[in-house]
Structure formats: structure tokens, C-alpha cells
């Protein structure tokens, strides 16, 4: 059984920044698909940003709402999904999920809450 555990969460003001970090328990080397996700009280989950590889091709993905603030990335030989956020505003407060898709299934972690004050 695949774990992710999320971390890197936390009270800022608007302005600031945090990285979230998802510590995946297998190697995310061959991973076809690594995802962050969020998701605001009374809202359902949306997307944040994700990295879909397929062969020697990488694409990354970024909802308009944090484009040019969010960044991606993964460190292959921690086995470390990042998440890294700049330019926090309160309509970032939500809890963060990370999603990893293995050729056996897909995995969720427990999310880290991440709350922006004005």
C-alpha cells in the first residue's frame, strides 16, 4: 500500500508563501501522474496544478486561480512531491491533497490544512 504524507501547511498572512511537501513511500520515478488538490469549506475538490508524464514527455498543469503564484515539482530521489506557493491570498485557504497515480491504482494522502488571513 502506497502512504503520501502531506506536510508544509499552515496559518500565513496574505502576501506570504509556504511549500507543501507530500512524501510519497515508493519511488516516484515511473509515476504516470502526480497531482495537487484542493479543497475550500462548502466547495468541492478542485484541481491545483499536476505533472502527467508519458514516455520522455513531461506536461505541467495549472489552474488559472494560482497560475503565475503555484509552482510543481517533484524530487525523484527523495521521492517528494512540492507544491510551492507564493503570493497567498484568503481564497487560498483550503485543505491540500496530493494524488499520485500508480499503474495499480490511485492514492490519496490525509491533506494539510492551509489557512491565509487578510
Known amino acids: 500500500q502506497v502512504q503520501l504524507v502531506e506536510s508544509g501547511g499552515g496559518l500565513v498572512q496574505a502576501g506570504e508563501s509556504l511549500r507543501l511537501s507530500c512524501q510519497v513511500s515508493?519511488?516516484?520515478?515511473?509515476?504516470?501522474?502526480m497531482g495537487w488538490y484542493r479543497q475550500a469549506p462548502g466547495r468541492g475538490r478542485e484541481l491545483v496544478a499536476d505533472?502527467?508524464?508519458?514516455?520522455?514527455?513531461?506536461?505541467?498543469t495549472v489552474a488559472d486561480s494560482v497560475k503565475g503564484r503555484f509552482t510543481i515539482s517533484g524530487d525523484n530521489a527523495k521521492n517528494i512531491l512540492y507544491l510551492h506557493m507564493n503570493s497567498l491570498t484568503p481564497e487560498d485557504t483550503a485543505v491540500y491533497y496530493c494524488n499520485l497515480q500508480f499503474s495499480r491504482g490511485v492514492y490519496w494522502g490525509q491533506g494539510t490544512q492551509v489557512t491565509v488571513s487578510s
Open positions: 505533472i502527467t508524464s508519458v514516455g520522455a514527455t513531461t506536461r505541467t
Open positions: 515508493e519511488s516516484i520515478t515511473r509515476v504516470n501522474y
